[in-house]
């Protein structure tokens, strides 16, 4: 059975950085895509970065370009986001999911199979 657990949400100033975790297991960890999805209040779930392990390509949506980094350590079997230069409008629940390889839509809820549970990010001004 394959499971993810995201970790690594909190309180955070403008400005400021972070960085989430996303424990995958059930699954061989090299064949299969993780994507970062966030949810804002009163929004829809949105796609904001994905890893695929099988050989490393990185997708990003335009909103965080520049500023959040996803990357990958098969020996913990994480991906993890590094998210920089934080901005108020980055405040939502953060949730990653997994598909296996080759991810045709890395940045779709609809392209994922297997989802965890949220961690709450807030960013204060």
């Known amino acids: 059975e394959v499971q993810l657990q995201a970790s690594g949400g909190g309180l955070v100033q403008a400005g400021g950085s972070l960085r989430l975790s996303c424990v995958a297991s059930?699954?061989?960890?090299?064949?299969?895509?993780i994507g970062w999805f966030r949810q804002a209040p009163g929004k829809e779930r949105e796609g904001i970065a994905c890893i695929s392990n099988d050989d490393g390509t990185t997708y990003y949506d335009d909103s965080v370009k520049g500023r959040f980094t996803v990357s990958s350590d098969s020996a913990r079997n994480t991906v993890y986001l590094q998210m920089d230069s934080l901005r108020v409008g980055d405040t939502a629940v953060y949730y990653c999911?997994?598909?296996?390889?080759?991810?045709?839509?890395?940045?779709?809820?609809?392209?994922?199979?297997?989802w965890g549970e949220g961690t709450q990010v807030t960013v204060s001004s």
């Open positions: 999911a997994a598909v296996q390889a080759p991810v045709e839509d890395p940045l779709k809820t609809y392209g994922f199979d297997y």
């Open positions: 059930g699954y061989p960890f090299d064949d299969y895509a």
